[in-house]
């Protein structure tokens, strides 16, 4: 089975502009959780969506959104991008929405704000 | 609410040193216990997990029990190589609630 992809996997902006990144689950797997990583704040979660609605938010401005397709894709976007959202970006999927279920990460997307 | 405190690194052991790497959480609930790895310039991969009390989790030669009492789930490795170096993440998840890591223990080894 083909792992969990995240495109692009490098992405550079500028303050001000917004991005879109990409996340393709396990074939099967209809949780997707996307998570924060930076040097200063370490893993941090952003949200969760399972099966097109969001079952969880982490404690990130409104200007981060996302969203999951019918056939499990999902897409976060940031908007107005500030020089602190640089950060590696990783996309996790998972069976279903448990706690007991393993996520699967992908390779993550790094993107550096200028 | 949840956390997990796992030690501070960097970790710097010669080939063939026993490992430990310690973590111990706070949750609310019955939670499931996490040991992610993350290699240079690559994502996150599940390196073992126990879900239950007494639970021994285990891949790699990597090993660790979930401790109830102590409510901890230290990572432990007999004879390390030079192709462990990587950051190693305690994580875990209670109910319907996500994951929640530790900061990350950095190891490196040496030859």
């Known amino acids: 089975k083909a792992g969990v992809t995240q495109t692009p996997r490098y992405l550079i902006k500028t303050r001000g502009q917004q991005v879109t990144l990409s996340c393709s689950p396990i074939?099967?797997?209809?949780?997707v959780s996307w998570y924060q990583q930076t040097p200063g704040q370490g893993l941090q979660f952003l949200f969760e969506?399972?099966?097109?609605?969001?079952?969880n938010k982490g404690n990130f401005p409104g200007r981060f959104s996302g969203r999951q397709f019918s056939n499990s894709r999902s897409e976060m976007n940031v908007s107005t991008l500030e020089l602190g959202d640089s950060a590696l970006y990783l996309c996790a999927s998972s069976l279903v929405s448990t706690g007991q279920e393993t996520q699967y990460f992908g390779p993550g997307t790094r993107l550096l704000v200028l | 609410g949840n956390s997990v405190t796992q030690m501070e690194g960097p970790v710097t052991l010669s080939e063939e040193a026993f490992l430990t790497i310690n973590c111990t959480y706070t949750?609310?609930?019955?939670?499931?216990l996490f040991w992610y790895v993350q290699y240079p310039g690559e994502g996150l991969q599940l390196l073992l997990k126990a879900t239950k009390a007494d639970d021994k989790g285990s891949n790699k030669g990597f090993e660790a029990t979930y401790r109830k009492e102590t409510t901890s789930f230290h990572l432990e490795k007999g004879s390390v190589q030079v192709s462990d170096s990587a950051v190693y993440f305690c994580?875990?998840?209670?109910?319907?609630?996500?994951?929640?890591f530790g900061k990350g223990t950095r190891l490196s080894v040496i030859a």
């Open positions: 949750a609310t609930g019955y939670p499931s």
């Open positions: 994580a875990l998840s209670s109910g319907n609630t996500p994951l929640v």
């Open positions: 074939s099967g797997h209809r949780s």
């Open positions: 969506y399972f099966s097109e609605t969001q079952r």
